[in-house]
Nanobody, 126 residues
Framework: QVQLVESGGGLVQAGGSLRLSCAAS????????MGWFRQAPGKEREFVAA????????NYADSVKGRFAISRDNAKNTVSLQMNSLEPEDTAVYYC???????????????????WGQGTQVTVSS
């Protein structure tokens, strides 16, 4: 079965960095656009970043542009999220997600992503 397993979350001070990783198995990784979403307590899940199947294009939420970078390694079936200049507002559970695509497009809509990881907690202290 398909599994997405996130790692790399933790507690960091404001201004610090973290790198999240997501290991995918049970699917043909290059057929899937990959995304990162997050959900803070009492808030809805929101889009953070996404990357096309080939890795040629990316998309970011305005709130993280210039601070976060998504990348993928199709040889290792992994997708990563480098998070720099972290702010307390970035505190949330971060989820990796996979969206089957027949084209090289990406979506910011959580509902179109078929598979999700269990999430990893990121806490940024002020």
């Amino acid at each position: 079965q398909v599994q997405l397993v996130e790692s790399g979350g933790g507690l960091v001070q404001a201004g610090g960095s973290l790198r999240l990783s997501c290991a995918a198995s049970g699917l043909t990784f290059t057929n899937y656009a990959m995304g990162w979403f997050r959900q803070a307590p009492g808030k809805e899940r929101e889009f953070v970043a996404a990357i096309t199947r080939s890795g040629s294009r990316t998309n970011y939420a305005d709130s993280v542009k210039g601070r976060f970078a998504i990348s993928r390694d199709n040889a290792k079936n992994t997708v990563s999220l480098q998070m720099n200049s972290l702010e307390p507002e970035d505190t949330a559970v971060y989820y990796c997600a996979a969206n089957y695509r027949r084209n090289n497009l990406i979506s910011v809509v959580a509902a179109v992503y078929e598979y999700w990881g269990q999430g990893t907690q990121v806490t940024v202290s002020s």
